[in-house]
């Protein structure tokens, strides 16, 4: 069937990410399965969501994952079960999504943002080290794009200052260090399967995972209302309860995740390849495994490649054009804004490239054809 694939058509749109390959995939197992749960009316928690609770925990090699209906929501239950309230401070990059600092905010504290490395554009600990202060409980490492933070830096400099890690790997599930998934190594790992993530959901979802049993049962409380008993309330809970349409789904997916992401990878590596001699910094692999939530490129002349990309119909994604140290909603914190040149450097010249499951062959040669003709190179 492959070999069959007709050519990228001259006026084929390429959309930056398109999610219905794998919904082709997974529709003839996932619907019989859907009306059984519709039967059950197993719509919250429940059954389902127990199975994805298990599988998924076994996949990260961790003791215990709680559902919940968002990243963001695993975010924030995590720093209130890591004790994090007002009066603290967070280390979180300033590279990142703003859910990452939501969650500081959420629980009253302050985030103190973080300069990034060049390399990972992950949190950069030697900044974070300068930032420090007694305030600081906790710190946040996102591993962007896909690829796994320096995790032996973050946990030895956290076990030096006695600070919880609360590991951001919303772009990640899968991504290992020295074999072993990102999630656990800290006090918490949390996890979004917002549809476009590298395993997503058909709506909203999240998980926080950890090794303590304490935590978990914390954080299972939390999700429901902080319920001890039925109608009984220990403290101030939440509705951040995972759906079982969604747990259901995301078991298809997590049968099919380690192909997927070797698919991923493959069209990472023609990309590598194919663009390798332009006049472009390509993403670096530099700390384990990286699983391709996107694929990032850095150029000076960002806006007018994204331009000629999109004239010839060619999706892209800017991850992320305004850093956090420049978001309206950190205004109110007193910090120098000009004292993150990296994170700077990211927004201005970063530029996320078209990376799907599905993806064809002769999708990323139009893309690799469009951008070397940008650049004046032959195709
Ligand atoms: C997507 C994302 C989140 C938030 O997840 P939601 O499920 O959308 O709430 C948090 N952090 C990072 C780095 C993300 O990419």
Request: net charge neutral.
């Amino acid at each position: 069937m492959t070999a069959c694939r007709p050519a990228v058509a001259a006026n084929e749109k390429i959309p930056f990410v398109d999610l219905s390959p794998q919904w082709r995939q997974i529709a003839a197992d996932v619907m019989p399965d859907l009306a059984k749960l519709f039967d059950a009316s197993a719509f919250t928690l429940g059954p389902w969501v127990e199975r994805f609770e298990k599988a998924a925990a076994d996949y990260l090699e961790v003791s215990h994952a709680v559902g919940v209906n968002s990243g963001t929501s695993a975010l924030h239950l995590s720093l209130i079960a890591a004790g994090v309230g007002q009066g603290d401070a967070v280390l979180v990059p300033a590279n990142t999504f703003v859910a990452t600092a939501w969650a500081a905010l959420y629980v009253g504290a302050t985030p103190i943002l973080c300069d990034v490395d060049g390399d990972s554009w992950a949190i950069s600990v030697a900044d974070a080290q300068r930032r420090l202060t007694h305030a600081v409980k906790a710190i946040m490492p996102v591993h962007l794009y896909g690829q796994p933070a320096a995790m032996d830096e973050v946990c030895s400099f956290a076990a030096r200052h006695d600070l919880a890690v609360i590991e951001d790997a919303a772009q990640a599930f899968g991504a290992r260090i020295d074999g072993r998934p990102v999630g656990g190594r800290g006090l918490c790992g949390c996890f979004s399967f917002y549809p476009a993530k590298n395993l997503g959901a058909v709506g909203e979802a999240g998980l926080v995972v950890t090794h303590d049993a304490e935590i978990a049962e914390r954080v299972r409380r939390l999700r429901h209302h902080a319920q001890i008993r039925r109608y009984i309330h220990q403290e101030l809970g939440f509705n951040y309860r995972m759906e079982g349409v969604q747990a259901l789904v995301l078991l298809h997916k997590l049968r099919r995740l380690d192909g997927w992401t070797e698919e991923r990878r493959q069209i990472a590596q023609r990309y590598l390849s194919g663009l390798a001699g332009l006049p472009l910094e390509l993403p670096k692999v530099v700390n384990g495994d990286h699983v391709w939530h996107l694929f990032v490129v850095h150029t000076p002349e960002r806006d007018r490649l994204q331009h000629h990309l999109s004239q010839r119909g060619i999706g892209t994604g800017l991850h992320y054009p305004v850093p956090l140290h420049r978001q309206p909603c950190f205004a109110r914190f007193d910090f120098d804004r000009n004292s993150f040149p990296i994170a700077d450097r990211n927004a201005q010249q970063c530029l996320s490239l078209p990376l799907f499951v599905g993806m064809t062959s002769a999708q990323i040669d139009a893309v690799m054809a469009a951008i070397r003709d940008y650049f004046g190179a032959s195709a």
